[in-house]
Every structure is written in structure tokens, then in C-alpha cells.
């Protein structure tokens, strides 16, 4: 299969995911999509490690995979507690810190 | 060509001239009131000491030979920088002995007065502090052995002549009159500073030794130059036409100060200075004929100004400026004439010392009035004050055998040495101080009492008459005894040079055509003021006594030439650093912040419009990272 189509694909997730951050009021669909965009580079980066032939592209995909790990952990414990306080888990309506 | 000793025996206490006084000046200014009580004796005590180890100095002196009596002493290496080299050096020659006498028996005897004049002065302590202070600094000026050091002294004496003068600050006009004097003074001294540095730059040294041993070497327009900037520092300190107008104010100070200040001894410094400076104004023609000019303007000011102001302390201030002018006017006239400047400043410093310390008698009296058209007939209520102050009157104007008759005669006949019409000029001004001496003592002396209602006249106590007796003596035998028994010229011959041009008429002709002339002045000084009735009020006068109140219009000339341009210039600048500078910088501010709020606006709290702004800016990079690749 050419690797390019995955390249393809990546980026098509990728802007799902920046529309999804962009339009969406939910907090949770926000940080899903958030995960979208950082898969989608992860399968770009496996997809050209497989095009070069070397592993340097799956070792980040690993250290992305950590990482978004830890954030899903620190953005949920933060969402949730968001919304035990106000009732709600609109993105929109935290908007205190401002000029 | 003398040669320099160094000090040993008597002269190792070279030092202890100047750090009597000193000491004296610091215990009295720091030790605060616990030194109320005593100071102001030890402020005498010091000086006393110091006039006594000046006189054993002298005889010391007198036992060398002439070429060995300049006696230079190192207290300690001052300033050390590459090839400039400036000692903290003491000079002793047959000059500075001179000056040290004047300074430190006149200042004995002013001090002892000031413990009577002062006496009800709740700051008498601070006085005498200040006292020691001029007299530690005047003594730095004459006995400092380079021009460095000489500055220090200079501006030291300009520092407690400004103090002294605003002693009593809480008088708005004694505040001025003192802030006037250190600004006038201020001009001579950037003239003093400006020679210190290019004499260095000339001849490589400042010490006298040096400079006056090379000063034939310099081309002629530098040691003019060098003359120009001297004559202006003696100007300033002296009270010389330009910078005249200062002196006049600065009788605004205790009458103590007065006389030993502005009459005997600082105001002389500038005479001082140019005597000193000898060498290069004997190569540099164009610059003593200034001092000259100087000296003879200077001569008819202080005169007129002297003959119309009513004020007691004025009127001899403007006679001191003229008297001052002969000195300067003697020092121009070169190697004929710098001995009998000494000479005079020397008389004159005894005489007009006295003259002031019993003017300061007469207010004491007076309930210190000043406007001599409130005296009169006080000759029979303190007599001891009028014979002293006429023997002062008789030395001032010349009369024989008093002493100011043989400085001036000799000043008078070196000038027709040199030249008759400056000669008559002298002669001419010599008639115009007979009128306002005579004047002088006339409304304060004789005539009917003019008092004011509360003025209950008595003679001063005995520690103000003494002082007087001893400066009356000093008046009536000081020429006498310098011309005959201490051969003045012989004995200021190796430092400041000496000769006589023979003149074509004999020495008696001129002695008698100046009496003749002075006497005629006292005369109608005499007709005008004591055998006509004195108005209490002043008349308005002629144009010419109009112009002597004003100080001949210094002040108003001074305000023209300087003080208005000045304040335009600032103003200009005022207004170009408010509006163009200051206008820049805050237009600047106002931008920055104006931005900074319309900026601020950005800063919604929506993190959606956050993340739509950085996916903006992801593909504005992206696209100029593709741009840069075609």
C-alpha cells in the first residue's frame, strides 16, 4: 500500500480534530478531539519512520503516547472539577482570566 | 637668583601657622555649644599665637642673608599624578612674611575687637569659628609655594568671606549680598583656574620656583594670556572693574569682618596674586598695561562711589575699592611699582583696618545706624574713636608723616616714572579721596547732632578702644618705620624685583603738587559738609552723585549684560525641554500605552478564539515555510 496514503489520512484526522477544537462547546468533545490531532500525528510520524526504514518516527509516537497520557489525566481532573462547580462543561463560560 | 632653603629651627613651625587657626576653626564649628563659653577666646588665643610665632619668624629671618631667606617647607606629598606634581608646600620668602604679618596681627586685633563688638551675639562662637577659618585659609594663599595650593587658599577665603558676609542670614539682604559675592568671586576663579591649567600646560609645573625660572622661554602670547586670566581672578577677589559690584554689598557682614576682610586682607589677595605672578607680567607688556587700566578705572570708581553714599561702611568700602585700585594700578606699572604696591597694601591694611574697626565703633554707639546723616558732633562723646579714626583719615589721604603719605607718594611718583598722564590721573584721584575722607569725618565727627531720637552716643568698651590705639599707632608710624628703618624695597627686591627710572622733574615736586592737590580736595569737602548745614534727608543730588548711589550703575550693567540674557537663555531652554524633549518622550509613553489597551482588548478568556488564533498562526507559518521553498 503506498505510504503516502497514510500521510493523507493523517492530515484529513488532523483537521478534524482543529475543526473539532474550533467549533465545539463541550469540553469533553474538545479534549477528544485534542486526542484526534495528537493521533494523527502519531500516524504521521509511524507512517514516515516506515517510509525511511528507521525507528526514530515510532520512538516519538511513544513519547507522544506517554505524554498525552499524563494530559488526559491532568485535563480530565480539571474538567471534572470545572464542572462540579459550575454545572456545566461548555468551554465557553470559564472565560474569567481576560483583560 | 635666590636660593630655597629648607626649613629647620624656627621656620620647621612653618606648619603651625596655618594649623593654629585651623584647629581653632574646627574645635569652635564642631565642638557645638559645649564650646560657647570659651571658644571665642580660644579663637583669639589661636591667632595671637600664630601673630607671635609670625614675629619670631621675622627676626629669625632678618638674622639671613637676603639670598637665603626663601625657606620652603614639604608638610606632605598632596597630589601625584604622572608629571603633575602638586606638594602640600609651604613658602616662606621676604613677600609672604610680609603678608603673614598683616594677616595674623591685623586678624589678632580685629578678633580681640570682635569679642566686644559681638559680644551680645547669641552666635558669637560660629564667628569666630569662621574667623579662624579665613585666617587658617588666607595664611594657605600667601605662604603656598605653587599655584595648586595657592588655589585653596583662594577659595577658601572666598568660602568664609561668603559665610561671614550672610553671618546674619536671617536678613534677606545680608543672605543675597553673600550668595553676590560668591557668584562675582566665582567668575575670577574660573579665570584663576584657567591660568593654573595653562601654565602647567606651558612650562610643565606649577610651582613658582619653576615657572618663573622658565617664564622667559614662553612665547609672548601665552604669558598674555596667562596675565589676562590672573588679572581676572584679581579682579574678582580684589573687587576690580568688571567685578567690582560684589564689594559694596558685602558690608551686609558684622563691621569686624569688614575690616579684616573686605578692607585689609582678602580683598588684597588679588594684589597678592599679581606681584606673585611678577615674572610673567615682566614679559608680557600688553597684560600689565591692563592691570593698569584695570587698576586706574577701578581707582576713580571706588572714589566717586566713596564721595556720594551716606552710609558709613559703604563710603569706605568704595574708598577700600579705590585704594585697592592703587595697588593694582602700582603692580601694572612693573619692577618700578611692585614693591610700593606691597607697600601700600601693607599701610592700607593697618589704616583702613582701624578706619573701619572705629566706623564699627561709631555704630555701636549708634544703636548700629549707618547713615552717616544721622552722626555728627560725636567728636566730644567718643573721643578715642575720633582721634583713632582721624589718624586713619590723615594716613588715607596722605598727609605727612602719617603712613599712607609714603605708600601713596611713592605709587604716585612710580606712575610718573612710567608715564605723566597716568600720573596726574593718580594725583587727580589722590584729591578725590581727600573730599570724601573729609567728608567722612565731617558728618560723623563735626557739625551739629543729627541723631535719631532713641541714640544715646558712649564710647566702646576698652577691648574695642585698644585695638583701635594699637591700628592708630600702626597708621600714624607704619610708613615711616617699612620706608626708613625696614628699607622695604631693599627687602622685597629679591622676590618681586626692583628699579627706579629717574624722572624728570625732582622727587619733592611731585610730593608737593599731590599735598597741594589733596588738600584743595579736603578743603571743599570740608566747606561742603561742616560749614554747611547737613541735610538729614539726602538731596537729590547731580547726575553724578545719582549714579555713586547706584554704584555707578554696576549692578543695573551687570543685569543687562548677564543676569536678563541669562534668564532668556534659560527660558529658550525651559520651554525646548519642556515641549520638544520632554514633548518626544511622553508622546512616546501615550503611544506604547494606547497600543498596549487596543492590544489588551485580544485577551478575551475564550480559549476557543485562543485556539482558533494559534491555528491562524500554525498556517500562516506553514504557509510562509512553503512560500520560501518555491
Known amino acids: 500500500m503506498n505510504p503516502a496514503n497514510y500521510v493523507m489520512l493523517s492530515a484529513l484526522l488532523f483537521s478534524i480534530g482543529a475543526i473539532g477544537v474550533l467549533v465545539r462547546r463541550n469540553a469533553i468533545i474538545v479534549f477528544m478531539s485534542v486526542e484526534l490531532m495528537l493521533n494523527a500525528a502519531n500516524l504521521a510520524f509511524v507512517a514516515f519512520a516506515r517510509m525511511n526504514g528507521n525507528l526514530d518516527g515510532q520512538v516519538v509516537a511513544f513519547f507522544v503516547m506517554v505524554v498525552a497520557a499524563a494530559e488526559v489525566v491532568v485535563g480530565l481532573a480539571i474538567i471534572v472539577t470545572i464542572f462540579r462547580t459550575r454545572r456545566s462543561a461548555s468551554i465557553d463560560e470559564p472565560n474569567l482570566l481576560k483583560y | ?630
Not at chain 2, 615736586?509 to 584743595?520: E, R
Open chain 2, 1 to 630: 637668583m635666590t636660593e630655597i632653603i629648607p626649613a629647620e629651627g624656627i621656620f620647621g613651625l612653618l606648619w603651625v601657622l596655618i594649623a593654629l587657626p585651623a584647629v581653632g576653626a574646627l574645635i569652635l564649628l564642631f565642638g557645638g555649644r559645649r564650646t560657647n563659653s570659651w571658644g571665642p577666646y580660644l579663637g583669639v588665643l589661636t591667632v595671637v599665637g600664630s601673630a607671635i610665632l609670625g614675629v619670631l619668624m621675622l627676626l629669625a629671618m632678618m638674622e639671613q642673608p637676603a639670598e637665603q631667606r626663601t625657606v620652603v617647607q614639604n608638610v606632605y606629598d598632596w597630589v601625584f599624578v604622572g608629571s603633575f606634581q602638586a606638594s602640600f608646600a609651604l613658602q616662606l620668602d621676604q613677600l609672604s612674611m610680609v603678608f603673614v604679618l598683616l594677616i595674623t596681627i591685623v586678624g589678632a586685633l580685629i578678633h580681640i575687637y570682635s569679642l566686644g563688638y559681638m559680644s551680645h551675639d547669641p552666635d558669637r562662637r560660629k564667628f569666630f569659628g569662621y574667623l579662624n577659618l579665613f585666617v587658617a585659609a588666607m595664611l594657605i594663599l600667601v605662604l603656598a609655594n605653587n599655584y595648586l595650593l595657592l588655589y585653596v587658599g583662594w577659595e577658601g577665603v572666598g568660602l568664609a568671606s561668603y559665610l561671614l558676609i550672610g553671618f546674619w542670614q536671617q536678613k534677606p539682604t545680608a543672605a543675597a549680598a553673600a550668595k553676590k559675592a560668591f557668584i562675582i568671586n566665582r567668575v575670577g576663579d574660573v579665570g584663576l583656574s584657567l591660568a593654573i591649567m595653562l601654565i602647567f600646560v606651558t612650562f610643565g609645573s606649577i610651582t613658582f620656583q619653576d615657572v618663573f625660572g622658565q617664564a622667559s622661554e614662553a612665547s609672548e602670547g601665552t604669558l598674555t594670556a596667562i596675565g589676562l586670566l590672573l588679572l581676572l581672578a584679581a579682579a574678582g577677589k580684589s573687587a576690580q572693574f568688571p567685578l567690582q559690584a560684589w564689594l559694596l554689598d558685602a558690608m551686609e557682614g558684622p563691621t569686624p569682618v569688614s575690616a579684616l576682610i573686605h578692607a585689609a586682607t582678602m580683598v588684597t589677595a588679588g594684589v597678592y596674586l599679581i606681584a606673585r605672578s611678577n615674572a610673567i607680567y615682566d614679559a608680557a607688556a600688553w597684560a600689565a598695561t591692563a592691570v593698569v587700566v584695570v587698576g586706574l578705572i577701578t581707582i576713580f570708581m571706588g572714589a566717586i562711589i566713596g564721595s556720594a553714599k551716606d552710609d558709613i561702611k559703604k563710603s569706605l568700602a568704595g574708598s577700600t575699592m579705590s585704594q585697592i585700585g592703587y595697588m593694582v594700578f602700582a603692580a601694572g606699572l612693573g619692577p618700578i611699582g611692585y614693591v610700593f604696591a606691597i607697600f601700600h597694601l601693607l599701610t592700607h591694611g593697618v589704616f583702613k583696618a582701624g578706619l573701619f574697626l572705629g566706623a564699627g565703633s561709631v555704630m555701636h554707639g549708634m544703636n548700629d545706624n549707618v547713615n552717616m546723616r544721622r552722626y555728627g558732633a560725636l567728636k566730644g562723646v567718643m573721643v578715642i574713636t575720633f582721634i583713632t579714626f582721624m589718624a586713619g583719615y590723615l594716613a588715607i589721604i596722605g598727609i605727612p608723616p602719617f603712613s599712607g603719605f609714603w605708600s601713596k607718594d611713592e605709587i604716585i611718583h612710580a606712575a610718573f616714572e612710567r608715564n605723566w598722564v597716568i600720573g596726574a590721573a593718580a594725583i587727580l584721584a589722590a584729591g578725590i579721596t581727600g573730599f570724601y575722607m573729609t567728608r567722612m569725618i565731617a558728618m560723623t565727627f563735626f557739625g551739629k547732632k543729627r541723631w535719631e531720637d532713641d541714640a544715646h552716643p558712649h564710647e566702646s568698651p576698652a577691648v574695642m578702644t585698644i585695638p583701635l590705639i594699637i591700628l592708630a599707632i600702626g597708621s600714624t608710624f607704619l610708613g615711616m618705620a617699612l620706608l626708613f628703618w625696614g628699607n622695604i624695597e631693599e627687602w622685597l627686591e629679591p622676590v618681586v624685583g626692583y628699579e627706579s627710572v629717574p624722572t624728570p622733574l625732582p622727587t619733592s615736586f611731585y610730593i608737593g603738587v599731590t599735598l597741594v592737590v589733596v588738600i584743595i580736595g579736603a578743603i571743599i569737602g570740608w566747606v561742603m559738609y561742616a560749614r554747611k548745614e547737613v541735610p538729614v534727608e539726602a538731596p537729590r543730588g547731580n547726575v553724578l552723585t545719582r549714579a555713586a548711589r547706584q554704584d555707578l550703575y554696576g549692578d543695573a550693567v551687570n543685569d543687562v549684560l548677564i543676569v536678563q540674557p541669562t534668564y532668556r537663555t534659560a527660558d529658550v531652554l525651559t520651554t525646548f525641554d519642556t515641549k520638544a524633549v520632554d514633548g518626544f518622550v511622553n508622546w512616546t509613553g501615550t503611544f506604547v500605552g494606547d497600543l498596549a489597551r487596543r492590544l489588551r482588548r485580544s485577551q478575551s478568556g475564550f480559549a476557543r478564539s485562543y485556539a482558533l488564533s494559534m491555528v491562524g498562526g500554525a498556517l500562516i507559518v506553514a504557509l510562509a515555510l512553503i512560500l520560501v521553498r518555491l
